[in-house]
């Protein structure tokens, strides 16, 4: 490996090592409370160090938010290899489930904890995030099309469906589900998701 490959590694290394210092101070201490000294002395840099990949930590949370969103579009993109929109639908909220319970940390900064960019709230608009909205939007747009779901808004379906699966997951992750152990909860999540699928299939 020549010296100039070797530096690029060394700095795609460091810049993940803050990335990941910042998605650990943002869930443990708080947005507001974490700074760039923090992350700094958590991996051992200097603040100028951390300043020469981020101009500040909002930077930082955005980086976040694209890898977060970034990945959780691929993954639902996946769903899209069926060939029945149904089977399609069913597939995004398993890959979603999927997503947030292997990704928890990205998961609460993306979805749960209220730090948003302030590129994101300045745009409206959430490029990324809008991906991952769409692949989801188009599946119902296709079920609706096709009546195989009850007829409504095509957003307020994808919105409804959105909060379905969001709210299973979220209430793992936050450790609010008090009714079943650990070793339990893959069966209870795999079981509300179905139940509610049956309920929104029933009413059509």
């Given at each position: 490996m020549g010296t100039v490959e070797r530096r690029l590694r060394e700095r795609g290394q460091k810049h993940d090592a803050i990335?990941?210092?910042?998605?650990?101070?943002?869930?443990?201490?708080?947005?507001?409370?974490?700074?760039?000294?923090?992350?700094?002395?958590?991996?051992e840099y200097t603040p100028g160090a951390i300043y020469s990949y981020f101009k500040?930590?909002?930077?930082?949370?955005?980086?976040i938010h694209l890898r977060g969103f970034t990945e959780l579009s691929e993954t639902l993109s996946e769903a899209l290899k069926e060939t029945d929109p149904l089977d399609k639908l069913y597939r995004i909220g398993q890959l979603?489930?999927?997503?947030?319970?292997?990704?928890?940390?990205?998961?609460?900064?993306?979805?749960?904890?209220?730090?948003?960019?302030?590129s994101f709230?300045?745009?409206?608009?959430?490029?990324?995030?809008?991906?991952?909205?769409?692949?989801?939007y188009q599946v119902v747009?296709?079920?609706?099309?096709?009546?195989l779901l009850p007829a409504a808004d095509i957003h307020a379906a994808s919105y409804a469906f959105w909060s379905m699966v969001h709210?299973?997951?979220?209430?793992?992750?936050?450790?609010?589900?008090?009714?079943?152990?650990?070793?339990?909860?893959?069966?209870?999540?795999q079981g509300a998701y179905d139940f509610m699928w049956s309920t929104m299939r029933s009413k059509k």
């Open positions: 990335v990941d210092a910042a998605v650990e101070l943002f869930l443990s201490e708080g947005y507001q409370n974490t700074s760039i000294r923090k992350i700094a002395e958590k991996i500040d930590k909002d930077e930082i949370l955005y980086e979603y489930i999927q997503f947030a319970l292997e990704n928890p940390e990205y998961y609460n900064l993306m979805f749960i904890s209220r730090a948003i960019p302030r709230a300045e745009k409206k608009e959430w490029e990324q995030g809008g991906h991952a909205y769409q692949v989801l747009a296709e079920c609706m099309e096709k009546k709210g299973i997951v979220s209430l793992v992750l936050r450790e609010r589900c008090m009714v079943a152990s650990c070793g339990q909860r893959p069966q209870l999540i």
